[in-house]
């Protein structure tokens, strides 16, 4: 881990919810962030915007999260949260991946600038169908897909 990297870690895990101009300031760092291996065990996540950090074998166990962002995150190999990931190039617009987190026992879903954290499928179900006709079929499919991936995880996981 680099210098930086491990200065960011010890922002994280000493940030507190209150502190929200620290964790605006705190924001602008973490993305894209390298927190390969990472462990952020018990960290403060709580509205953190993690969009395309490398978070790849990193431990999130007991990891406090609400309204944390995930889009374009690597998450293989994350330790202590539940997840599912898809990403194909005919997916929508542009091929964005698409992310399910369970974040506080609560299921949020992340895609490019979509991030829905209360009744996250509703809510992409809606902004789907309020979106571009030609992209809809698309973007059901994969959403569907997701979903079955994420609950497939949960019952492998009881």
């Not at 960290?43 to 431990?59: K, M, S, T, W, Y």
């Not at 992340?110 to 809510?123: R, T, V």
Request: proline share 1%; charged share 25%; hydrophobic share 35%.
């Amino acid at each position: 881990m680099t210098l930086r990297n491990n200065i960011l870690l010890a922002a994280i895990r000493k940030i507190s919810w209150r502190h929200q101009n620290r964790i605006a300031r705190l924001n602008r760092l973490i993305r894209h962030a390298n927190l390969f291996d990472a462990d952020l065990s018990y960290a403060n996540l709580v509205g953190a915007n993690l969009r395309h950090a490398n978070l790849f074998d990193a431990d999130l166990s007991y990891a406090w999260m609400r309204e944390t962002k995930f889009s374009y995150s690597n998450l293989s190999g994350v330790k202590g949260i539940k997840y599912a990931q898809l990403s194909t190039h005919h997916h929508g617009e542009m091929g964005r991946p698409l992310t399910a987190v369970e974040q506080q026992g609560q299921l949020t879903i992340h895609c490019g600038c979509f991030n829905s954290f209360e009744d996250a499928e509703q809510e992409l179900r809606q902004y789907i169908a309020n979106g571009d006709e030609e992209l809809k079929a698309s973007r059901t499919f994969h959403l569907d897909m997701l979903l079955q991936l994420y609950r497939y995880q949960q019952e492998k996981n009881k």
